[in-house]
């Protein structure tokens, strides 16, 4: 693991595993799968280096089960994987959100349905990631742009895993995950860490009660600490305070509200949206991962042929930037979405736009990275013809 600072010239995959061991990670279980298999590699390379321990599971659900249990046991805890392997994992998702149980999955995605195309990148796990398991729940998804956004969101997918006691989603796509770039290291003062709280430093005597509101921020439970000294029951199931089995109505009205609350009444805290020329842009992109990256030349583009257009970038991609976004888009004509799918983001979009604004999709499932003349061209043809989503 290199020092900082350092200019570095990583893989975005590499970049993950680096800042996963930055941010604290001592335990990994993952099973490979393309694109996401450097991951693992740079993990079982580096972890025992930092005394961390790296093991190859049979499969993903295993993967999953294991982080949870590692977490639970004191350690911060990551996996790795592409979206069948992120089909598996949903129960055991499911799983940490009740349980409250702070992970990391990261999915570097590719195209679909099924085994689809290893190789290729796509965005077709979006609601996935938000709607993939069962149950009313809320999650934290994270979506950078370039490798030294990857190496940044991962570790603020463990500090906010940590600090919201949740499981964190950090998406890529093939692109961003085999892509080299070089950058600078952030000097560690200006990382911040939030670290795991052991059990040596509760009292003797005192108590841990795992499920309770925390006294300082509302909704959230007290700050999980390792399993020893401090010893709670986990339970999947509908549980009071102490984390035993309580399936009466009034405990599963407040259990679901409060794991629902605890994100969405921190959205403002948690949520990043990048604004890239909107301030008096009257038409906006909005593009995330890789496929942002095609549209800020797209912008730069049209902006020499005096269009006045803007880029929004949701790095947080859940919870949606709700008041941000909407906020920019309400005094732009038109709004154009551009992702390798068939709309999954754009159908959240319709939401946040006022009657009359004009709406356009630009989308793509053939296992290609949109390209900044493709969105400029979509971008004029929006201007000229109006709706179309």
Not at 133 to 148: F, K, M, N, Q, R
Not at 331 to 348: D, I, K, P, T
Request: hydrophobic share 40%; net charge negative.
């Amino acid at each position: 693991m290199p020092k900082n600072p350092r200019m570095v010239f990583w893989q975005g995959n590499e970049a993950c595993a680096y800042g996963a061991i930055k941010a604290g990670c001592r335990f990994y279980a993952g099973y490979p799968i393309t694109p996401s298999s450097e991951i693992a590699e740079t993990m079982a390379k580096e972890l025992p280096k930092v005394g961390g321990v790296f093991i190859q599971m049979e499969d993903e659900i295993a993967s999953a089960a294991a982080i949870i249990g590692a977490s639970l046991a004191g350690v911060k805890s990551m996996t790795a994987t592409s979206g069948p392997g992120f089909s598996l994992m949903q129960e055991a998702i499911g799983y940490a959100i009740m349980t409250e149980t702070p992970t990391v999955f990261v999915n570097v995605m590719r195209g679909g349905p099924s085994t689809g195309m290893p190789t290729k990148p796509s965005q077709g796990d979006i609601m996935q990631a938000r709607w993939g398991t069962h149950g009313d729940h809320a999650i934290i998804a994270l979506y950078p742009s370039t490798v030294e956004e990857v190496y940044r969101y991962t570790i603020k997918a463990f500090n906010l895993a940590e600090e919201y006691r949740t499981p964190v989603v950090l998406l890529m796509d093939e692109v961003l995950g085999h892509m080299y770039e070089n950058f600078m290291l952030p000097p560690d003062s200006e990382i911040e860490i939030i670290e795991r709280l052991s059990s040596r430093e509760l009292e003797e005597e005192e108590l841990f009660v795992p499920f309770s509101e925390s006294e300082y921020a509302e909704n959230l439970p007290p700050s999980l600490v390792e399993m020893g000294k401090a010893h709670f029951h986990v339970s999947g199931l509908v549980h009071d305070e102490s984390g035993f089995p309580m399936a009466t109505a009034e405990t599963a009205e407040k259990l679901i509200r409060r794991l629902v609350n605890k994100i969405k009444l921190h959205i403002d805290k948690i949520a990043e949206c990048e604004e890239f020329m909107t301030d008096d842009a009257e038409t906006v992109i909005i593009a995330y991962g890789s496929v942002a990256r095609s549209a800020k030349e797209a912008v730069l583009i049209a902006r020499k042929e005096g269009i006045k257009v803007g880029l929004l970038r949701p790095i947080t991609i859940w919870p949606i930037p709700i008041e941000k976004m909407r906020k920019k888009l309400a005094n732009v004509q038109n709004v154009l979405v551009a992702e390798m799918n068939l709309g999954q983001y754009a159908s959240e979009v319709v939401k946040l736009i006022k009657p009359g604004t004009k709406l356009r999709l630009l989308s793509r499932v053939g296992g290609e990275l949109i390209a900044p003349h493709e969105i400029l061209n979509e971008l004029n043809n929006m201007l000229l013809e109006g709706i179309d989503f």
